[in-house]
């Protein structure tokens, strides 16, 4: 189960935020709590952080285990470990549950401690700026005043172009990965689509189901399948499933049978029962606002006049979802104002998913980039 | 972009570029000319590379390198941009060379261009013998060659006249000796340093 370079047993930890929160959205967050994990040790002079912001989906939990019996690693095991590309022998690695999230930050399901009762419909949307500053909490509390990097993939690599202009100096290097600087039209449409299935859910209950007992399954099942969809190419598709069916022979019903309806409701399934309706809609909101170019893409050559840190940027070729042309926006505006840019567009079939899976040119980018930020500054 | 003897023109290349210039080094391969040019001129380097084996070996020579494909032009970059632009050894495998000129000459004030001169007498003399060249300037074989549009120092000499483009100084060299008498013969290696008229 555990290969030798695991960061093996992990336990997360709590963050308690004294200060509230202003959000974009005018309103205020009291008293949150932010739930986090990291990986190898934070040197003495604190300078060898590295935060990792999640997708959509993601979680705190990056890399390791959290029992000797768990099957699954963090959804990042594949390049967070020592001796990996992303060497905890080396870095500090952080990885924090997103405010609103469903996996032990305050969001939606939590207890407003005004009501005693779960947050639910009550509980604000926020933004990826929102986000950026309750992390920003979170690292002062570690006592570091600088983080080596700030990394993500997807709504991850919004949050580390944020970290970049939010707080140019409190980071050296921005990675980004199958990002964009704001979503396109298509983007939003999809995302609708998602959030329209869970807000149509008889079961969502306006977001108030938590007391009621329900789930909003029906909803948060179709949202992740159509989600699936757009994460992989069709080429990947074609080559993963095709035309295969479990069994011989058509069977005339509605069963699932195509071996592509089966990924889909596995897939479904598994996600039901871990996240939440009302984070989910929360996030896709804070995607299709995530705009730091005003509507404007020529803006973001003006936004990044104020950026210090070095850029690395990475997109995959079959990627529709956060295509390369989206990628090269973001370096063409760091070249604007001569920031030190990387930008590699990695050949891989597997469309936005590609950024959460192995593959031996991508993680050696990676892996030297890292080694490189340790050699200079 | 392989780029072969591949530090016979960066003294060249390094002596028109100023000091402290923002350089864009066009098929930048391991990134060695960049590293030189930082070396030696305290320059700011990007460099382009299509290749990702090569795009790597710039990263790890601590390059900062964007991979793109010229062929598809610099619409990434601004007018002029860059106080130089370099195509070193690669414009003989470029297809849309009239277009890429016109990118290079929009992107940068000055334009650095060098190639194998095909006009060399050694090349001539393998045609002459009824065999494609083969040299330390082209070192591969007719069917594994990535050039596509090798040419001669007259060609380029009248390409640069036809298509506007001023010479501010031109060195044919081989062997790293500057050639001057009939350098379209006796010369390896052509090194131009161009603008727009």
């Given at each position: 189960?555990?290969?030798?370079?695991?960061?093996?047993?992990?336990?997360?930890?709590?963050?308690?935020?004294?200060?509230?929160?202003?959000?974009?959205?005018?309103?205020?967050?009291?008293?949150?709590?932010?739930?986090?994990?990291?990986?190898?040790?934070?040197?003495?002079?604190?300078?060898?952080?590295?935060?990792?912001?999640?997708?959509?989906?993601?979680?705190?939990?990056?890399?390791?285990?959290?029992?000797?019996?768990?099957?699954?690693?963090?959804?990042?095991?594949?390049?967070?470990?020592?001796?990996?590309?992303?060497?905890?022998?080396?870095?500090?690695?952080?990885?924090?549950?997103?405010?609103?999230?469903?996996?032990?930050?305050?969001?939606?399901?939590?207890?407003?401690?005004?009501?005693?009762?779960?947050?639910?419909?009550?509980?604000?949307?926020?933004?990826?700026?929102?986000?950026?500053?309750?992390?920003?909490?979170?690292?002062?509390?570690?006592?570091?005043?600088?983080?080596?990097?700030?990394?993500?993939?997807?709504?991850?690599?919004?949050?580390?172009?944020?970290?970049?202009?939010?707080?140019?100096?409190?980071?050296?290097?921005?990675?980004?990965?199958?990002?964009?600087?704001?979503?396109?039209?298509q983007n939003i449409a999809f995302n609708e689509v998602a959030r329209q299935s869970i807000l149509t859910?008889?079961?969502?209950?306006?977001?108030?189901?938590?007391?009621?007992?329900?789930?909003?399954?029906?909803?948060?099942?179709?949202?992740?399948?159509?989600?699936?969809?757009?994460?992989?190419?069709?080429?990947?598709?074609?080559?993963?499933?095709?035309?295969?069916?479990?069994?011989?022979?058509?069977?005339?019903?509605?069963?699932?049978?195509?071996?592509?309806?089966?990924?889909?409701?596995?897939?479904?399934?598994?996600?039901?029962?871990?996240?939440?309706?009302?984070?989910?809609?929360?996030?896709?909101?804070?995607?299709?606002?995530?705009?730091?170019?005003?509507?404007?893409?020529?803006?973001?050559?003006?936004?990044?006049?104020?950026?210090?840190?070095?850029?690395?940027?990475?997109?995959?070729?079959?990627?529709?979802?956060?295509?390369?042309?989206?990628?090269?926006?973001?370096?063409?505006?760091?070249?604007?104002?001569?920031?030190?840019?990387?930008?590699?567009?990695?050949?891989?079939?597997?469309?936005?998913?590609?950024?959460?899976?192995?593959?031996?040119?991508?993680?050696?980018?990676?892996?030297?980039?890292?080694?490189?930020?340790?050699?200079?500054? | 972009?392989?780029?072969?003897?591949?530090?016979?023109?960066?003294?060249?290349?390094?002596?028109?570029?100023?000091?402290?210039?923002?350089?864009?080094?066009?098929?930048?391969?391991?990134?060695?000319?960049?590293?030189?040019?930082?070396?030696?001129?305290?320059?700011?380097?990007?460099?382009?590379?299509?290749?990702?084996?090569?795009?790597?070996?710039?990263?790890?020579?601590?390059?900062?390198?964007?991979?793109?494909?010229?062929?598809?032009?610099?619409?990434?970059?601004?007018?002029?941009?860059?106080?130089?632009?370099?195509?070193?050894?690669?414009?003989?495998?470029?297809?849309?060379?009239?277009?890429?000129?016109?990118?290079?000459?929009?992107?940068?004030?000055?334009?650095?261009?060098?190639?194998?001169?095909?006009?060399?007498?050694?090349?001539?003399?393998?045609?002459?013998?009824?065999?494609?060249?083969?040299?330390?300037?082209?070192?591969?074989?007719?069917?594994?060659?990535?050039?596509?549009?090798?040419?001669?120092?007259?060609?380029?000499?009248?390409?640069?006249?036809?298509?506007?483009?001023?010479?501010?100084?031109?060195?044919?060299?081989?062997?790293?000796?500057?050639?001057?008498?009939?350098?379209?013969?006796?010369?390896?290696?052509?090194?131009?340093?161009?603008?727009?008229?």
């Open positions: 189960m555990q290969d030798k370079n695991s960061v093996g047993i992990v336990q997360s930890k709590i963050f308690k935020s004294e200060a509230a929160l202003l959000l974009d959205c005018g309103r205020k967050l009291e008293n949150y709590e932010l739930v986090y994990e990291t990986y190898g040790t934070l040197n003495q002079k604190k300078d060898n952080a590295i935060l990792v912001c999640h997708a959509l989906s993601g979680n705190h939990h990056l890399a390791g285990y959290y029992t000797k019996k768990d099957k699954h690693p963090g959804w990042w095991d594949n390049l967070i470990g020592p001796g990996k590309s992303l060497d905890t022998n080396k870095f500090f690695v952080i990885g924090v549950n997103n405010l609103g999230g469903s996996h032990g930050s305050t969001g939606p399901k939590s207890i407003n401690p005004k009501t005693n009762k779960n947050w639910g419909s009550k509980f604000p949307i926020l933004s990826v700026a929102d986000w950026v500053n309750s992390q920003k909490e979170l690292i002062t509390h570690l006592g570091i005043k600088k983080l080596k990097a700030v990394l993500g993939g997807s709504l991850g690599g919004m949050q580390a172009l944020q970290w970049s202009i939010q707080f140019p100096d409190a980071l050296d290097h921005t990675i980004v990965i199958a990002a964009a600087a704001n979503l396109t039209a859910d008889p079961d969502f209950n306006q977001g108030d189901f938590y007391e009621k007992k329900l789930v909003p399954k029906r909803g948060l099942r179709l949202a992740r399948m159509l989600g699936h969809i757009t994460y992989l190419s069709n080429d990947v598709m074609k080559t993963k499933f095709g035309r295969k069916t479990k069994t011989k022979g058509y069977r005339y019903n509605f069963e699932p049978e195509f071996e592509v309806e089966s990924y889909l409701n596995y897939q479904a399934d598994k996600f039901v029962n871990e996240f939440d309706a009302n984070t989910y809609i929360r996030m896709t909101k804070a995607l299709d606002y995530f705009d730091p170019t005003k509507n404007n893409i020529k803006n973001l050559s003006r936004i990044f006049k104020k950026v210090r840190s070095q850029f690395l940027v990475i997109s995959f070729t079959s990627d529709w979802r956060f295509s390369p042309d989206r990628s090269k926006e973001i370096v063409k505006a760091l070249l604007d104002n001569n920031i030190k840019v990387s930008y590699a567009e990695i050949d891989a079939a597997s469309g936005h998913d590609a950024f959460l899976m192995s593959n031996d040119h991508y993680h050696a980018i990676l892996k030297n980039y890292f080694l490189k930020m340790l050699n200079k500054k | 972009m392989k780029r072969n003897n591949k530090r016979s023109d960066f003294e060249i290349i390094s002596n028109w570029v100023g000091d402290r210039s923002k350089v864009l080094d066009l098929g930048c391969g391991d990134g060695a000319l960049l590293n030189y040019l930082a070396e030696r001129k305290n320059i700011t380097g990007f460099g382009i590379e299509k290749d990702k084996d090569n795009w790597l070996l710039s990263l790890k020579n601590n390059i900062d390198v964007i991979q793109m494909d010229l062929e598809a032009g610099l619409s990434g970059f601004e007018d002029g941009s860059f106080d130089v632009v370099i195509l070193s050894k690669t414009i003989q495998s470029m297809h849309n060379i009239e277009a890429l000129m016109k990118e290079m000459l929009r992107v940068g004030r000055e334009v650095i261009v060098t190639f194998p001169n095909f006009g060399y007498w050694r090349d001539r003399l393998q045609i002459l013998m009824g065999q494609m060249p083969i040299s330390d300037e082209l070192p591969y074989q007719w069917f594994d060659t990535p050039n596509v549009h090798l040419c001669t120092v007259k060609d380029f000499d009248q390409f640069c006249s036809e298509h506007k483009i001023k010479v501010l100084d031109r060195l044919v060299v081989t062997k790293n000796r500057s050639v001057h008498f009939c350098p379209n013969f006796f010369g390896a290696l052509a090194l131009y340093q161009l603008v727009k008229k």
